[in-house]
């Protein structure tokens, strides 16, 4: 199986440009997170969908973060206008069933994307 | 959600057993216990994790206590591979990730 995959691993960018993070979730998980790492703020989580539909996204920092998840099998989130300080690792997940029912059952992480914001 | 507390880090030797201590006072009665690990340049992965009862998988064990204000996670023999970051989550559904334990493991 070839786990969470997400793209780019690494991107430098200025300040003001779009950036667009992808993220392909194991087949058959219907669970998908986005989750941001600092050395300031941990982990944070941004936003979590079910079945493709966004449950949470309390996270999302403000309106120039977005997280759309067209199908099953694809999720992107996009920063834009970027700022220095969106720079951070981001990490997405997925989990296999209905995390709107507690289900407690293993995240699968990607190997992140390391955003620099110049 | 209810927080936890870890201490910031912890020192092994290799082969020794581990004990991370997690104190979760404030509990609810539908938290689950969860344990990950962020290795170095990697994203977390899953460890263990239980409700009310001991739990052993082929990772660790996870001691829970009689009232569930507090937990242990075990890792019986420690190899330098598991030198890393050790989260104690508490979650319904959705997992919200402290700060975690850095643990260090010396030859």
């Known amino acids: 199986d070839a786990g969470v995959i997400q793209s780019p691993r690494h991107e430098v960018t200025e300040m003001g440009q779009e950036v667009t993070l992808r993220c392909k979730p194991i087949s058959g998980h219907n669970s998908l997170f986005w989750y941001r790492q600092t050395m300031m703020r941990g982990l944070e989580l941004l936003i979590y969908?079910?079945?493709?539909?966004?449950?949470?996204d309390s996270g999302m920092p403000e309106d120039r973060f977005s997280a759309k998840m067209p199908n099953a099998s694809f999720s992107t989130l996009k920063i834009q206008p970027s700022e220095p300080r969106d720079s951070a690792v981001y990490f997405c997940?997925?989990?296999?069933?209905?995390?709107?029912?507690?289900?407690?059952?293993?995240?699968?992480f990607g190997e992140g994307s390391r955003l620099t914001v110049l | 959600d209810a927080k936890t507390t870890q201490p910031n880090s912890m020192e092994s030797n290799e082969e020794e057993p581990v004990h991370l201590p997690c104190n979760h006072s404030t509990i609810s009665g539908t938290d689950y216990i969860h344990w990950y690990r962020q290795l170095p340049s990697q994203g977390p992965e899953y460890v263990i994790h239980?409700?009310?009862s001991n739990v052993n998988n082929r990772m660790a064990s996870l001691a829970i206590a009689e009232d569930r204000k507090s937990s242990t996670l075990i890792l019986h023999r420690a190899t330098l591979r598991d030198a890393a970051v050790y989260y104690c989550?508490?979650?319904?559904?959705?997992?919200?990730f402290g700060k975690g334990t850095m643990l260090l493991v010396s030859p």
């Open positions: 997940a997925s989990s296999l069933g209905d995390r709107t029912r507690s289900n407690t059952g293993e995240l699968f």
């Open positions: 969908f079910n079945n493709n539909v966004p449950i949470d």
């Open positions: 239980g409700l009310t």
């Open positions: 989550i508490l979650g319904y559904s959705t997992l919200t």
